[in-house]
C-alpha cells in the first residue's frame, strides 16, 4: 500500500456491501457485448461514473427502505393479528432479520449466474430489474401480506444477486497499472454509499410519518430504477470479463478431489468428516418438513425454514470445510499446487469469516432493536441545540451512521493511523478488525446502560444514543471498513469470486445469531432465568450481545497472530 495517497495509506473502504475487485485475470469481452473498452495504463477509466452514479442511487433505495421495514412492521395491520405491541416489534425484528439473511444469502446465486452464465453485466442488469419489481410491490402492497413479504422477497433476491457483482465490475476495468486509481475509486464508493444512506436515513423517516408507506416505499423505488438506468446507459463503454462457465481447477473442484481421493494405508477421515455434515444438514431439513406438514413435535416450533436452512449450510460449510483440511493434500497431482494452495488460504480465510459473524449480528440490530429501544425515549424537541427540523423520529438516528463514516474514515487515515505508527503500533488489517469488533461490543454496553435507565422508568433523551452509534460506527469502520483489502489480498485469483461469496454469508449468520436469541428468549425457562437477574430481556440481551462480540474479538485475536498475510494483486 505503499504507492497509495496518505488518504488511502492502509485502507481500502468497503462495507460487506463492497466486494472485491477482478476475478479473473484476463480482460475480454463478453459475447452479445456491443463493445469493450480498455483505459490507457495509469489513467482513471472513464465508464467509472456509470457505475458510481448507479451505487449511489441503489444504496439510496436500499436504505431508504431498510432504514422504516421495522417500523412500519410494528403499527401496519400485517401484523395487526398479534395481541400486543412487543409480540409485534419481536415479530418485525425477526421479519428483518429474515430479509437481511435473505440479501446477504443470494450474492451465492448472483455470483454463480455471472461466473458461468450471463457474465457480470447481464446478471447485474437483469436483477436490478427484479429489484426494482420488488420495490413496487412494497409501494403498491402495504396491507397485503402476501404481496408486500412478495417484494421483500424480490428486493433480497434482486439486491443481493448484484452484492457481489457491482464493485467487482467496477474493479474489472483496472489492472496493476492503474490499481492506484482503483483504490481512490473505492474510496469513492464507500463515501458514496454513506453519502446515499445519510440521505434516505433522514428522508424514508419523514416520508412515512407525512406521506405514508405507499410513497415511503414508492421513492425508493423510483431511485433504484434510476440506478438500473445510469448502469444501462454505460453498456458500451465497459470492460468485460467472460463467464468462465467451468472451471477444472476451481475451489468447489479441488474440494471434491481432495474427499474423494484414497491413499493406501490411510482412512479417509475428512470424508467421513464432510459427509456427516450433509446428513446432518439434510436430517435438520427433514424433521422441519415432518414438523410442518405432519404436525409432529420432532423439531422446535420456533425454529422455521429461514433459522432451519441457515443452520444447515453452516454445518455444511464448518464439517465440509474441516473436512477438506484434513485430506487437501490428497488433491497434488489431481490438480496444479497452485489450485490446492488457493483452496488452503480460502479455508484459513474462512475461520477469520468466521469470527466475524458476531459483529454483524450486532451491527445489524441498529435497524432493529436500536430503533425499538429508541421509540421508548424522549425527544428533546426543546432543547436549543436539538434539529428538530431535521430530526423528529427514533429511525432518523440512523442516519448518524453514515455520517459519523464519511467523518471517521480521513480521521482514521489522516490522524489515528500515522499517530499509532508513530508509537509503534501498526494497525494492520487483522488488528484493525479485532479491536472493532471489540469496540462493537462496547456500543451494546452503552445501549444496555440507556434500557437500564428506560427501565426504571427515567425519560431518556433520544440526543443519548448518539454514544452507542458512535462506538458501533467506530467499530463498523475498523472491521467492515478494511475486509475488502484483506479479502481481496488474501484469496488467490482464482478464488476471488468464493471468497467474496463466503464473506457476504458473515451478514447472514449474524442475523442467524439474532433470530436463534430471539428464539432463546422466548423460552418461559429462559425467561425466569433472565428475570432472576433483575434485569428486562431487552436489558440482558443487549449486555449479552456485548459479551457475544467480546469473546469473539479474543478468539479473533488469538487467530490472527498466527495468520500469515498473502498479496494476490493481479499481474498484468
Known amino acids: 500500500m505503499d504507492d497509495a495517497s496518505p488518504w488511502l495509506r492502509g485502507l481500502v473502504p468497503g462495507l460487506r456491501d463492497r466486494v472485491a475487485f477482478a476475478i479473473h485475470g484476463n480482460r475480454a469481452g463478453v459475447q452479445g457485448m456491443a463493445t469493450t473498452t480498455a483505459s490507457q495504463p495509469g489513467k482513471m477509466p472513464r465508464q467509472i461514473g456509470y457505475i458510481i452514479g448507479n451505487e449511489a442511487c441503489e444504496r439510496f433505495s436500499f436504505y431508504g427502505m431498510r432504514n422504516i421495514l ?27 432479520h ?12 448472483g455470483g454463480w449466474l455471472a461466473d458461468r452464465f450471463f457474465g457480470k453485466y447481464h446478471t447485474i442488469l437483469w436483477f436490478s430489474l427484479i429489484y426494482c419489481a420488488g420495490h413496487a410491490c412494497l409501494a403498491l402492497f402495504e396491507n397485503n401480506a402476501n404481496g408486500f413479504y412478495t417484494g421483500l422477497f424480490l428486493i433480497a433476491l434482486g439486491s443481493g ?13 483496472f489492472d496493476q497499472t492503474n490499481k492506484d486509481k482503483a483504490r481512490v475509486v473505492f474510496d469513492a464508493f464507500y463515501w458514496i ?27 425508493p423505488g423510483v431511485l433504484m430504477f434510476i440506478a438500473t438506468l445510469i448502469f444501462w446507459l454505460g453498456r458500451k463503454e465497459y470492460v468485460n470479463e467472460p463467464p468462465s462457465r467451468r472451471d477444472p481447477n476451481g475451489f468447489m473442484a479441488v474440494v471434491k478431489s481432495a474427499l474423494k481421493a484414497q491413499q493406501a494405508g490411510k482412512w479417509r477421515v475428512g470424508y467421513v468428516v464432510a459427509m456427516l455434515g450433509v446428513v446432518l444438514a439434510v436430517t ?89 429501544q ?33 467523518l471517521m474514515i480521513p480521521f482514521n487515515n489522516l490522524v489515528l493511523y500515522p499517530l499509532l505508527r508513530r508509537a509503534g503500533f ?61 479479502a481481496y489480498s488474501q484469496a488467490p485469483r482464482a478464488m476471488k469470486g468464493v471468497i467474496m461469496a463466503f464473506w457476504y454469508l458473515t451478514s447472514t449468520f449474524g442475523s442467524l445469531w439474532v433470530l436463534l436469541t430471539n428464539f432463546g428468549v422466548r423460552n418461559e425457562a429462559v425467561l425466569r432465568n433472565i428475570e432472576s437477574t433483575g434485569l428486562s430481556t431487552n436489558a440482558f440481551l443487549m449486555f ?29
Open 193 to 219: 454509499i454513506n453519502f446515499g444512506s445519510f440521505f434516505a436515513s433522514l428522508l424514508a423517516p419523514r416520508l412515512l410519518d407525512s406521506y405514508g408507506p405507499a410513497v415511503a416505499f414508492g421513492v
Open 284 to 372: 435438520m431439513l427433514l424433521l422441519w418438513a415432518l414438523s410442518v406438514v405432519f404436525s409432529l413435535p420432532v423439531w422446535p416450533e420456533g425454529l422455521g425454514f429461514v433459522i432451519t436452512a441457515c443452520l444447515s449450510l453452516g454445518v455444511v460449510i464448518a464439517l465440509g470445510g474441516l473436512g477438506a483440511s484434513m485430506q487437501l493434500e490428497r488433491a497434488r497431482g489431481l490438480h496444479p499446487d497452485e489450485a490446492v494452495d488457493g483452496v488452503r488460504a480460502v479455508l484459513r480465510i474462512l475461520i477469520v469469516f468466521a469470527l466475524v459473524t458476531p459483529f454483524w449480528s450486532l451491527f445489524d440490530q441498529k435497524a432493529s432493536t436500536w430503533v425499538i
Open 426 to 486: 501498526d494497525p494492520t488489517p487483522l488488528r484493525r478488525m479485532g479491536w472493532g469488533i471489540a469496540i462493537s461490543g462496547v456500543s451494546w454496553i452503552a445501549a444496555g446502560i440507556l434500557q437500564l435507565w428506560l427501565d426504571q422508568g427515567q425519560q431518556v433523551s433520544l440526543s443519548w444514543q448518539a454514544v452507542p452509534y458512535f462506538l458501533l460506527t467506530f467499530g463498523e469502520v475498523l472491521v467492515s471498513a478494511t475486509a475488502l483489502e484483506f
Open 98 to 109: 429474515m430479509f437481511v439473511i435473505g440479501v446477504y444469502f443470494f450474492p451465492l446465486l
Open 544 to 572: 449479552f450481545f456485548a459479551a457475544f462480540a467480546f469473546v469473539a474479538a479474543m478468539a479473533f485475536g488469538l487467530y490472527a497472530r498466527h495468520y500469515k498475510m498473502q498479496d494476490n494483486y493481479r499481474v498484468v
Open 70 to 96: 421495522v417500523p412500519f412492521l410494528i403499527s401496519s395491520i400485517l401484523l395487526g393479528y398479534l395481541p400486543a405491541e412487543t409480540d409485534r416489534e419481536g415479530r418485525a425484528k425477526d421479519i428483518f
Open 374 to 406: 429508541g421509540r421508548e425515549m424522549l425527544i428533546p424537541h426543546e432543547a436549543w441545540w436539538w434539529p428538530s427540523w431535521l430530526i423528529n423520529n427514533a429511525a432518523q438516528m440512523q442516519a448518524l451512521n453514515p455520517l459519523l463514516i464519511m
Open 161 to 173: 444477486g448484484i452484492k457481489p457483482l457491482v464493485v467487482s465490475f467496477c474493479g474489472d476495468q
